[in-house]
């Protein structure tokens, strides 16, 4: 596997160096990356960086499900994110790159890293996993930029570095998309063959077990939104407001045709007053116990967490 653009189109040129894989950028790394609930220098494991930094095993554990949270269609461009009324918010994470919620679209800045032809070489190219997770990183830009008015809202939230113009860039996605576009297709990481991915629907997929059951998936889902219990019972229980208006409009139905005396021998209907009047009593009782559970359970889940 070979680099995706040429010697001549390589916008990062490291120093060289014998005794080290990884060179030495300082000012274009991060100071420290997550792994294991620990932080951890990029420089002390290379590859291990690169697999959290580029590599999306959980979206790849809904492969065959992605189909209900977007389309296998290249994501919108910047411009017009902007112009469907969408914030765009800086993530970290790859698997939240191009995943969207409500107004706000979220997308990984292009590591700088994946700018330099020789980096692709030593440390991404030897890889097929790391391989197919950064093109398709790459590969996902040619989406997002494709005019100057896209690179100017790239520079503005922080997505690309200010050094890469339009000229840079041209010749650049010019060299991407010059190579085969089924090859291209086969050699991506399969997430990147959909474009922009529903949040709510992939918290969905994953709090049903379609990645795997645990208790974890069942209570954050795919990406954890708000940590108030406020706006989670707003979320999750909204809809018993509702549920609960329509059965107080049909109580007060029933008593004003009770009222009246028409239904006065009709033991039939009496009776249908008195069942649905039981069975409302009780789902409110149950409704309540089912919400007051759900909050110890989640107290004592994040208690332990």
Not at 96 to 124: A, G, Q, R, T
Not at 286 to 293: D, K, P, R
Request: glycine share 4%.
């Amino acid at each position: 596997m070979d680099p995706p653009f040429s010697t001549d189109t390589t916008l990062r040129s490291w120093p060289d160096t014998t005794l080290r894989s990884w060179p030495v950028a300082e000012d274009e790394l991060p100071v420290a990356f997550e792994c294991n609930n620990q932080l951890r220098s990029p420089e002390s494991d290379i590859q291990t960086f690169l697999a959290v930094d580029l590599q999306t095993p959980r979206l790849n554990s809904l492969r065959q499900y992605l189909w209900l949270a977007g389309l296998m269609q290249p994501a919108r461009s910047l411009h017009r994110q902007q112009l469907l009324g969408r914030v765009i918010c800086i993530t970290e994470r790859p698997q939240e790159h191009l995943v969207w919620h409500e107004n706000s679209m979220f997308i990984k800045p292009l590591p700088e890293y994946l700018l330099s032809f020789k980096f692709w070489s030593i440390n991404i190219c030897p890889h097929e996993a790391l391989y197919r997770s950064a093109l398709g990183l790459l590969w996902s830009y040619t989406w997002l930029i494709r005019s100057k008015s896209d690179l100017k809202i790239a520079h503005e939230t922080g997505l690309l570095p200010a050094a890469v113009d339009w000229p840079i860039w041209t010749l650049l996605t010019q060299q991407i998309l010059k190579e085969n576009h089924e090859q291209l297709w086969r050699d991506i990481d399969q997430r990147y063959t959909y474009g922009e991915l529903r949040l709510s629907r992939l918290n969905t997929l994953a709090r049903l077990g379609f990645a795997g059951f645990s208790l974890r998936n069942a209570v954050r889902g795919y990406m954890t939104g708000s940590q108030r219990y406020t706006t989670l019972f707003e979320r999750n229980f909204g809809w018993l407001l509702a549920v609960f208006v329509y059965i107080t409009v049909v109580l007060s139905a029933m008593q004003v045709a009770l009222a009246t005396g028409r239904f006065e021998n009709d033991l039939q209907f009496q009776k249908a007053c008195y069942v649905f009047a039981i069975a409302s009593i009780v789902l409110v009782l149950a409704a309540i116990a089912l919400m007051v559970l759900d909050w110890f359970g989640l107290f004592w889940f994040h208690k332990s967490r």
